[in-house]
């Protein structure tokens, strides 16, 4: 059984930085490619980044690029998207996610992955 769990959101200003971290629980995080997505209200859930288990591939939506960074440290079975110059459109429900294949490539679909947390709220005001 695995079990995500997010946590690092909170509400900031325009143009402020939040850093979220998704702890992996119940077995062993080897192998395992993770993604971040996000759902904003009446929005459908969104890519938002992905890390291979190695950390040397990492993919982003072309609406974070440049100002996210998704990171791991498997030692600690922990990834982390670190949000700079933040914008009132990036305020959503924040979900980590476990794809078990580690394929690498930019795999953006939700039925990719296999494993997904309960989600951490960031709300970014103007």
């Known amino acids: 059984q695995v079990q995500l769990v997010e946590s690092g959101g909170g509400l900031v200003q325009t143009g402020g930085s939040l850093r979220l971290s998704c702890l992996e629980l119940g077995r062993t995080f080897i192998g395992h490619a993770m993604g971040w997505f996000r759902q904003a209200p009446g929005k459908e859930r969104e890519f938002v980044a992905r890390i291979t288990w190695s950390g040397l591939s990492t993919y982003y939506a072309d609406s974070v690029k440049g100002r996210f960074t998704i990171s791991r440290d498997n030692d600690k079975n922990t990834v982390y998207l670190q949000m700079n110059s933040l914008k009132p459109e990036d305020t959503a429900v924040y979900y980590c996610?476990?794809?078990?294949?580690?394929?690498?490539?930019?795999?953006?679909?939700?039925?990719?992955?296999?494993?997904w947390g309960q989600g951490t709220q960031v709300t970014v005001s103007s």
């Open positions: 996610a476990a794809d078990l294949s580690d394929t690498n490539s930019r795999v953006t679909a939700i039925y990719e992955y296999d494993y």
